[in-house]
């Protein structure tokens, strides 16, 4: 959970509340209530403690990254964006517009694409802000805990957090931004995990 990761980081780091607040301006009881999961906080105080705790953004909402410490040399590698409505189609695109990665090395398989919210009365704000570049890694493993971009049952395209991927069992995607979920044997309907992403406003 991003609390307890964020609870762990900190004592971990040998930090009280007040000094992690004192990096943001805010108090120990703020911080305390994101300790606690009453409150989370927003995508840039993600980013700003990902630096704090040497960490990604990803390790503090997933618990699934290395630390930059652990990333041998400067990643400047770029993955294809494919806008969000040809994400389906995948061979018919013909885009040729390039997103660097942060803080992770994609496979030649990875994308990039810019999350876009639904008409659907059931849609839900989740913890990535509408808007967002995120980098899908289609080649890499999923566990319990991993969000990744999927297919639901009304063959729209969104994200979800895995709630079971034990061998020889199914997995059960939980859809975060509206209320749906899907149990699946195989993984033809998963188009990746999701390994980092930060609000941009251009390509």
Not at 84 to 100: C, F, G, I, R
């Amino acid at each position: 959970m991003l609390n307890e990761r964020i609870k762990s980081l900190r004592l971990a780091k040998g930090l009280t509340l007040q000094q992690v607040g004192d990096f943001f301006g805010i108090s120990r009881a703020s911080v305390a209530s994101w300790e606690s999961g009453t409150n989370q906080p927003d995508p840039r105080k993600l980013e700003k403690l990902a630096d704090v705790f040497d960490t990604t953004v990803e390790y503090l909402v997933t618990g699934q990254s290395r630390s930059p410490s652990e990333l041998i040399g400067p990643i400047d590698t770029n993955v294809k964006f494919i806008p969000w409505e040809k994400l389906l189609d995948q061979k018919s695109n013909s885009q040729d517009n390039w997103v660097p990665t942060l803080h992770t090395k994609p496979s030649s398989k990875a994308f990039a694409t810019r999350l876009v919210g639904s008409s659907s009365i059931d849609w839900i704000s989740g913890p990535i802000p509408l808007g967002s570049i995120i980098i899908v890694e289609p080649t890499k493993s999923i566990s319990q805990g991993s969000f990744v971009l999927a297919i639901d049952p009304s063959n729209e395209i969104g994200i979800a957090e895995i709630s079971n991927s034990k061998d020889g069992a199914n997995i059960v995607l939980n859809f975060i931004n509206k209320k749906s979920f899907l149990t699946l044997k195989d993984k033809k309907k998963i188009l990746g995990v999701l390994t980092e992403w930060r609000l941009s406003g251009k390509l």
